[in-house]
């Protein structure tokens, strides 16, 4: 088999997806514009051959790129970057190379806002009120039907990025004087947390893997007023979030792919659909999955690919949370405190990338404990401020 893999030194944990599709005999192409040398040594001995292009964003670079692969090892049977970023330019490399996976033609009901409403709709699955608005009287019109405050978001984006909150008429008519022309799509505001529905399925569309998070607040605050962040994974997944989510993935048709859906679940327990996105979840997500269930996620992932079967057992013996801290706050306990106070509890922390930083910290802890209560804890003591 040969798989290419697109930007396969970014993010840094993704490593293990690289050494683990080696192990199971896949023939890893690595293709990205960083130097080869900069690759960590574990990464270059998982390639068969490294193509590097001047910029990942030149398009004719890629083709060229593909063009040399295939002539030298045959047809390309996958292509994968695992990276929101990436996600046009994978999908459509396989368009023009003819290989399995996301198309063109998948990515407007995928990148856009607006298409992942009408998915949501056509799952059966509850969304907020709303439209891509091009003028101030579309908006205002909206408003009169549901109220302020209105949520403005790129129609395409990622996270929370260029997402506001829009409280009466003078915000609304101020954002359409100051905003670039895009599409944006306002909805109402709904009230309620955040719950994730998180998976990997296989080559047939069953869902082999799935997880649930929930988030201390909404990405669009942690962005807008520079929040700490913290989230969790469930050790016991709602009966409903899955129901919704296979529903969703069904819809979607998806087949050999990570999967991140995200609800609110509003007061009364109702879920609302909020966005979708096909790939891992972000940061350092994949690796919660291990420490969560004491599995390896990422051989799983290469068991996927290469024959078709996830063989891990998932028993969720444990609560995996993130905690995010930023540069700008100060913490009453330093790293090594934290360390000290709990050993066995913190089972990773690094520097998150520059990237990632505005949405999730500047650093990041992995804690895990069978107790909820601990963690919650665990999470408080850490972001506790001097």
């Given at each position: 088999?040969?798989?290419?893999?697109?930007?396969?030194?970014?993010?840094?944990?993704?490593?293990?997806?690289?050494?683990?599709?080696?192990?199971?005999?896949?023939?890893?192409?690595?293709?990205?514009?960083?130097?080869y040398?900069?690759?960590?040594?574990?990464?270059?001995?998982?390639?068969?051959e490294y193509?590097?292009?001047?910029?990942?964003?030149?398009?004719?670079?890629?083709?060229?790129?593909?063009?040399?692969?295939?002539?030298?090892?045959?047809?390309?049977?996958?292509?994968?970057?695992?990276?929101?970023?990436?996600?046009?330019?994978?999908?459509?490399?396989?368009?023009?190379?003819n290989?399995?996976g996301?198309?063109?033609?998948d990515?407007?009901?995928?990148?856009?806002?607006?298409?992942?409403?009408?998915?949501?709709?056509?799952?059966?699955?509850p969304?907020?009120?709303?439209?891509?608005a091009?003028?101030?009287?579309?908006?205002?019109?909206?408003?009169?039907?549901?109220?302020?405050?209105l949520?403005?978001?790129?129609?395409?984006?990622?996270?929370?990025?260029?997402?506001?909150?829009i409280?009466?008429?003078?915000?609304?008519?101020?954002?359409?004087?100051?905003?670039?022309?895009?599409?944006?799509?306002?909805?109402?505001?709904v009230?309620?947390?955040?719950?994730?529905?998180?998976?990997?399925?296989?080559?047939?569309?069953?869902?082999v893997?799935?997880?649930?998070?929930?988030?201390?607040?909404?990405?669009?605050?942690?962005?807008?007023?520079?929040?700490d962040?913290?989230?969790?994974?469930?050790?016991?997944?709602?009966?409903?979030?899955?129901?919704?989510?296979?529903?969703?993935?069904?819809?979607?048709?998806?087949?050999?792919?990570?999967?991140?859906?995200?609800?609110?679940?509003?007061?009364?327990?109702?879920?609302?659909?909020?966005?979708?996105?096909?790939?891992?979840?972000?940061?350092?997500?994949?690796?919660?999955?291990?420490?969560?269930?004491?599995?390896?996620?990422y051989?799983?992932?290469?068991?996927?690919?290469?024959?078709?079967?996830?063989?891990?057992q998932?028993?969720?013996?444990?609560?995996?949370?993130?905690?995010?801290?930023?540069?700008?706050?100060?913490?009453?306990?330093?790293?090594?405190?934290?360390?000290?106070a709990?050993?066995?509890?913190v089972?990773?922390h690094?520097?998150?990338?520059g990237?990632?930083?505005?949405?999730?910290?500047?650093?990041?802890?992995?804690?895990?404990?069978?107790?909820?209560?601990?963690?919650?804890?665990?999470?408080?003591?850490?972001?506790?401020?001097?």
């Amino acid at each position: 088999m040969n798989y290419v893999s697109f930007s396969p030194h970014f993010p840094s944990n993704y490593l293990p997806f690289c050494t683990n599709l080696k192990r199971m005999g896949v023939n890893l192409l690595g293709l990205a514009d960083a130097n080869y040398d900069d690759l960590r040594p574990e990464l270059k001995s998982s390639l068969t051959e490294y193509y590097r292009v001047s910029d990942a964003h030149r398009y004719d670079e890629l083709v060229r790129a593909l063009g040399y692969f295939t002539f030298r090892y045959g047809k390309i049977d996958r292509l994968e970057s695992h990276n929101e970023y990436w996600l046009e330019s994978d999908a459509r490399l396989r368009t023009d190379f003819n290989i399995p996976g996301l198309r063109n033609e998948d990515l407007a009901l995928i990148k856009r806002k607006s298409g992942m409403k009408r998915q949501f709709v056509k799952a059966g699955i509850p969304v907020a009120r709303g439209q891509v608005a091009r003028s101030l009287q579309e908006a205002c019109t909206l408003a009169d039907e549901v109220g302020y405050p209105l949520i403005a978001k790129p129609d395409v984006g990622v996270g929370a990025a260029r997402t506001y909150k829009i409280h009466n008429s003078s915000e609304l008519e101020r954002f359409f004087a100051e905003t670039p022309a895009v599409d944006t799509i306002f909805e109402e505001f709904v009230q309620g947390s955040i719950e994730t529905f998180d998976g990997l399925v296989d080559q047939d569309g069953r869902v082999v893997f799935y997880s649930s998070m929930v988030y201390s607040t909404g990405v669009m605050e942690i962005v807008n007023q520079g929040l700490d962040f913290w989230y969790y994974m469930l050790r016991e997944i709602p009966k409903d979030l899955v129901k919704v989510g296979e529903k969703l993935v069904k819809v979607y048709g998806l087949r050999e792919r990570f999967f991140h859906f995200e609800f609110f679940r509003t007061p009364q327990g109702k879920l609302i659909g909020l966005e979708v996105n096909m790939r891992p979840p972000g940061g350092l997500t994949t690796d919660m999955f291990n420490y969560a269930n004491d599995i390896d996620i990422y051989r799983e992932y290469a068991n996927i690919v290469v024959n078709n079967r996830f063989e891990a057992q998932v028993t969720r013996p444990y609560f995996c949370a993130y905690v995010g801290r930023k540069f700008i706050n100060r913490y009453r306990h330093d790293q090594a405190g934290v360390m000290a106070a709990f050993p066995g509890k913190v089972v990773h922390h690094e520097r998150i990338s520059g990237v990632f930083s505005a949405a999730i910290g500047d650093y990041g802890f992995l804690v895990r404990s069978p107790e909820r209560e601990e963690i919650m804890q665990i999470i408080t003591w850490i972001l506790e401020k001097e």
